[in-house]
């Protein structure tokens, strides 16, 4: 009997101990499976996190897949887990930076359904969340606003806040973007968060030229983030705001220490053209181009080289003006880094310097033209020359004024075509440049007297009518070729054979509006597909070619010439045999 006992305790133990085994090897599986899970998380998140604003790194979608395919086991197989909740909020919130929106909505059913009122929070949340990315602005902003009426835990104030002022930044709302921000930066704790909150801020505000916020909130940054990368950054914005402030002494001698110290290394290309930049600022020009050509020899194939050389391509036009030498410059930016934001800038400086130097290498021809004169001293120009010379001299201008700042070289050339091509299409649109520029100097009493002339003597041109908008008091009783091709087209419903003598009469008084390329245009085809008068369509084509030439219609106008005069030298062949 005793052996029975015996016999029957030791089964009982040994029943009891392979159950707790199992029971521990359960555990161990559900737990070793969510533990991964929540490694992943957050190293999905850092990664995240240090990237905002930029796309989703790879490697982050990586991790975030895991935590999805880790916590979808724990889920199905181990009900029995007591973190269940933590699992689902992974999981949706890895789905949802996935862009896995349907997949979170799911995912969110089931915990509202397993955890009712205990997830209403969380539950409100990511369901807001979901529809913003859906579209639905709004619901979404209502939904979060409402949440902040809750009694919430301070982290998770924050993160609504943070929320909000995503969507208001998606939507452009940059103000109402930022008052959230700062209030999440309030509420949070964890020092890395709230330091990529800080960098937001000064990131935002340094766009928004509010350089008093965005440099408080760069200290912070410096304080308390933990990526290299935006410390330095920090630092750099830090000392550009110094000299965008005029702080040029503080900027100077800032830079000068960090160029000193070896933990600055990674951004010492950046500091020296900062302080390029601050010579440049000074007007020492010589020491600011002497260190802008030791960072391109210095810092090869970087970001701040290219900009360096675009610097360089600048100092050239404003200060040598040495076009060949900008050239040279300018085509090394685009050599030096593909990712340079100089690039475009380059490429457009390069094509108006192209420009410039063959519409100059026409300009000293055309003025050996104008010193010729006839045995009675007067001008030999005919009315096409003056059309030529003016184009030439209006370009010269156009360029030297308003795209390389030489202000006074441009005033050159457009006092050059009022003198010497008085009859040219181009004549308003040369006072009118006149007039602008002049404007810009505070010569108002000049700017009046051109003002006046191109109302008085070109009343239905563009640049009249632009005037009269901005300053009745220059308007005049005369009509328009706006008026009058309005005038024309009511006409046309009317009275055909009247509408086009208003036409006509546009075309005969205004070769420079937009108003006058329209008519033009319209006899054009008028005569060409509803009359079928080739010769009369050929004569307002070519019209539009002549006066307009950069104009919408001149496209169409320039096909048909060519056809109708193809047909006509053809009848014209036909006819003789």
């Not at 360029?399 to 070289?409: I, T, V």
């Not at 005369?478 to 086009?500: C, F, G, T």
């Not at 420079?512 to 009359?531: I, M, N, P, R, T």
Request: aromatic share 12%.
């Amino acid at each position: 009997m005793a052996n029975n006992r015996i016999y029957s305790f030791a089964r009982t133990a040994c029943l009891l101990l392979a159950l707790f085994v199992m029971s521990c090897a359960n555990f161990k599986a559900y737990y070793n499976t969510f533990y991964n899970a929540e490694v992943y998380f957050e190293k999905a998140e850092k990664s995240r996190l240090e990237n905002r604003g930029d796309a989703l790194p790879k490697i982050a979608k990586g991790h975030y897949e895991k935590v999805i395919e880790k916590t979808r086991t724990t889920l199905d197989n181990f009900p029995e887990f007591d973190r269940r909740k933590s699992a689902y909020l992974m999981m949706i919130q890895s789905q949802f930076y996935l862009d896995k929106y349907r997949d979170a909505n799911i995912t969110l059913s089931e915990m509202n359904n397993e955890f009712k009122d205990a997830v209403r929070v969380d539950g409100i949340f990511w369901a807001a969340m979901i529809k913003w990315k859906e579209g639905k602005v709004q619901p979404a902003i209502n939904d979060l606003t409402s949440l902040l009426l809750d009694d919430m835990h301070m982290e998770t104030e924050a993160k609504v806040h943070m929320a909000i002022a995503e969507i208001y930044f998606g939507q452009q709302m940059k103000t109402q973007s930022m008052d959230h921000l700062e209030k999440a930066a309030e509420f949070i704790r964890d020092p890395t968060e709230k330091g990529q909150i800080y960098y937001r801020i000064a990131d935002l505000s340094f766009s928004d030229e509010d350089y008093e916020r965005a440099l408080s909130a760069y200290q912070q940054v410096i304080k308390l983030s933990q990526t290299k990368k935006q410390i330095q950054e920090g630092h750099l914005r830090s000392v550009q705001i110094y000299r965008l402030q005029g702080q040029l002494d503080l900027a100077t001698r800032t830079i000068k220490d960090m160029l000193l110290d070896e933990n600055y290394s990674t951004i010492y290309s950046d500091l020296e053209l900062e302080l390029a930049k601050l010579y440049q600022q000074q007007g020492r020009h010589t020491e600011a181009k002497n260190r802008l050509e030791s960072i391109v020899q210095d810092y090869q194939r970087t970001i701040a080289s290219a900009e360096a050389y675009y610097i360089l391509g600048q100092l050239s036009i404003s200060h040598d003006w040495n076009l060949e030498s900008a050239l040279k410059q300018f085509e090394m930016v685009l050599k030096e880094h593909k990712s340079s934001l100089y690039i475009s800038p380059a490429k457009s400086r390069l094509k108006e310097i192209k420009a410039y130097q063959k519409i100059f290498s026409e300009y000293g021809p055309w003025m050996d033209r104008v010193a010729q004169v006839d045995s009675l001293g007067n001008s030999t120009l005919t009315p096409d020359d003056e059309i030529g010379l003016s184009t030439v001299l209006y370009g010269l201008a156009e360029l030297e004024a308003f795209h390389f700042g030489r202000r006074d070289s441009g005033m050159i050339y457009l006092d050059q075509l009022i003198t010497y091509t008085p009859t040219a299409p181009l004549m308003p649109k040369a006072l009118y440049a006149k007039s602008a520029i002049l404007s810009e100097m505070d010569e108002d009493s000049i700017v009046t007297e051109l003002k006046n002339r191109i109302v008085r003597e070109y009343p239905k041109t563009d640049y009249a009518m632009a005037i009269i908008r901005s300053d009745s008091t220059y308007a005049t009783d005369k009509s328009n070729s706006d008026n009058q091709l309005v005038s024309a087209e009511a006409q046309w419903k009317k009275d055909p054979i009247l509408a086009m003598d208003n036409y006509k009469e546009i075309v005969i008084t205004d070769t420079v509006s937009e108003a006058g390329a329209k008519a033009g245009y319209f006899l054009a085809h008028q005569y060409d597909y509803e009359f079928v008068r080739p010769d009369s369509a050929l004569k307002y084509y070519e019209w539009i070619l002549k006066y307009h030439q950069g104009s919408e219609q001149a496209n169409h106008a320039q096909k048909r010439a060519v056809a109708l005069n193809t047909f006509l030298a053809d009848t014209t062949t036909q006819n003789a045999h």
